[in-house]
C-alpha cells in the first residue's frame, strides 16, 4: 500500500494526461480561429477566467479565515481554468458550445504562461517569507504544464485532424471516460489526504471558501456577460467556463515532487472538484429555464 502511495502524484499526472489528451481529439484548428467571429464574447471570457477568477480567489481567502495551507490550494484552483466537463456542461444547459470549446482551447494555452505567476505570488502573499522557499520554478513549471495539458492536447487534435471519423465515433467513450478519470483522480487524493490526516476535517477546512469561489465565479461570469450584451447561450457559456475549473490540474501541480510536492494543498482542488460537479448539475436545470433569444 505505501509503494501505491508514493505513486498517487504520478498517477494524478498520467490522469490529467489523458484527460487533455481526450480533450483534444474534440478540438479542431477552428476552435482556435474562432476568436475572430466572435470576439467580444472570447474576450469577456478569458478576462472571467485569465484575471477575474484569481481575484476572486485572493478576495476570498482574505476575507474568509482559513489554513495558510488551505488557502493556498484554493488559489491553486484560481490559477486553473478551463475544466475537462466545461464544454459538456455547457452542451447539456444550452449554453454556446462551440464559444465554450474555443474558450477551453484558447484558455488552456494562456494558463500554461499565467499559472506559476500566479501560484508564487500567492506563495508570497499567503505564507510571507516562507514563501520563498516553495516558490515554483517558473520555466520548469512552464515546461511540466506543457507536457501535462498542451502536448497531450495537440496529440488529440493531430489525432482528430488524421482520422476525424475516429475521433467522431469515440466523441461519447470520451466524454465518458473523462468523467471516469476525474473520479479515479479525486479518489486518489482522498486516499493520499487519509495519510495526513481525518479527511473530514480536510474538506471542512477547504469546504466555505471552495462553495463561495464557485458560486461567486458562476454568478460573475453570467451577470458580466448580460451587462455586456452577450446574448442567453453565450452568457451560460461564459459563466460555467469561469466556474469549472481544471481540479485535476491543480490536484496534479500541488502533489507532483517536481513542483510544489504538498498533497495537502490539494484539498481544496480535491473538494473543488466535488463541488463543482454538484452544482454544475443543478445549473443545467436552471439555464434550460432561461428563454433563448
Given amino acids: 500500500m505505501e509503494a501505491f502511495m508514493a505513486m498517487v502524484p504520478q498517477l494524478l499526472q498520467l490522469l490529467l494526461f489523458l484527460i487533455m489528451f481526450g480533450m483534444g481529439m474534440t478540438l479542431t484548428l477552428d476552435d482556435f480561429k474562432r476568436v475572430g467571429q466572435f470576439p467580444k464574447a472570447v474576450f469577456i471570457g478569458l478576462c472571467n477566467q485569465v484575471v477575474l477568477l484569481p481575484l476572486v480567489g485572493l ?24 475544466g475537462a466537463t466545461s464544454n459538456l456542461i455547457s452542451h447539456l444547459s444550452k449554453g454556446d458550445t462551440a464559444l465554450s470549446i474555443s474558450l477551453t482551447a484558447i484558455s488552456s494555452v494562456i494558463t500554461v504562461f499565467t499559472i506559476p505567476f500566479i501560484i508564487n505570488y ?5 505564507m510571507g517569507e516562507s514563501g520563498k522557499a516553495i516558490q515554483l520554478p517558473v520555466m520548469t513549471t512552464i515546461i511540466n504544464i506543457i507536457k501535462l495539458t498542451a502536448l497531450p492536447v495537440a496529440i488529440g487534435m493531430f489525432i482528430n485532424y488524421r482520422f476525424p471519423d475516429f475521433s467522431q465515433r469515440s466523441r461519447k467513450a470520451l466524454a465518458w471516460g473523462s468523467g471516469i478519470f476525474i473520479l479515479i483522480a479525486l479518489a486518489l487524493i482522498v486516499l493520499k489526504l487519509a495519510e495526513l490526516g481525518n479527511v473530514w476535517d480536510f474538506i471542512m477546512a477547504a469546504g466555505l471558501g471552495v462553495i463561495c469561489l464557485n458560486i461567486l465565479t458562476f454568478g460573475i461570469g453570467f451577470i458580466s456577460s448580460r451587462v455586456l450584451r452577450l446574448n442567453t447561450p453565450q452568457s451560460i457559456t461564459i459563466s460555467i467556463e469561469s466556474g469549472m475549473q481544471n481540479n485535476v490540474l491543480g490536484m496534479a501541480i500541488a502533489t507532483a515532487p517536481t513542483m510544489l510536492n504538498n498533497p495537502a494543498m490539494a484539498t481544496s482542488a480535491g473538494v473543488y472538484g466535488i463541488i463543482m460537479c454538484t452544482l454544475g448539475l443543478g445549473l443545467i436545470y436552471l439555464f434550460r429555464q432561461l428563454p433563448s433569444e
Avoid: K, N, T
Avoid at 476570498?60 to 478551463?82: E, K, N, Q, T
Avoid at 500567492?122 to 499567503?126: A, D, G, P, Q, W
Fill in 59 to 82: 478576495l476570498i481567502i482574505s476575507v474568509l479565515p482559513m489554513d495558510p495551507v488551505v488557502a493556498m490550494g484554493l488559489m491553486i484552483v484560481s490559477a486553473c481554468p478551463g
Fill in 122 to 126: 500567492s506563495l508570497l502573499h499567503i
